[in-house]
């Protein structure tokens, strides 16, 4: 079973996962690292450099995440064409990484991240589990990166496409609904 974790910025997707790994033996792919790792390669560095400038380059030569993320943040025609450097390769890269857990026998895999729908793996997910709260809650948590959301789908888009919600009021009572709802899950 492949199940996606996703949901808006700060809504508690890292936090579910690590409550699903304390409990089951899910293999997990995280799309941030994923996407992270694609920073690395030179490919995706030099196709970066072109688009936004070496501004976006730190001391040593590595993309800077957060000069980079001002950049796209700021501009939504700059986000677009981040995203067109980066989905492609993440749905690659994953679809790569469950091939070889598939191969390796783990039944159960999870992936997390916010933009599964939009790096097309919406689509080999069996379960699509979406970790929710409130704006303001959200937005106080997680302060500057708050500018996130504006770019990111609605609320309501990542709700409707949901087989199942966790809503995250962040407190001790999230642990036990991830842990009751995964139970769920792994039964079915």
Known sequence: MII???????????????????????ESIDLDEVGHALLEREDIKKRIVFCFGRQVLDEAGC????????????????LMHINTIMHNNIREVTLKQVDS???????????????????????????IVVIDAEDDTISSKIGKKALIMKYQRNRDEYLHEADGVIFNSFDQD???????????????
């Open 4 to 26: 996606g974790i996703t949901g808006r910025v700060g809504s508690g997707k890292s936090r579910a996962l690590s409550i699903v790994k304390k409990y089951f033996h899910y």
């Open 63 to 78: 993309i800077d995440r957060k000069v980079l993320g001002d950049i796209v943040f700021s501009d939504e025609t700059r």
């Open 101 to 127: 857990l598939i191969k390796s026998k783990y039944k159960d895999i999870v992936i997390v991240g916010a933009l599964i729908k939009e790096t097309g793996l919406k689509s080999i997910c069996d379960h």
């Open 174 to 188: 999230f642990e036990f609904k991830c842990k009751k709802y995964f139970a769920g899950i792994m039964e079915l």
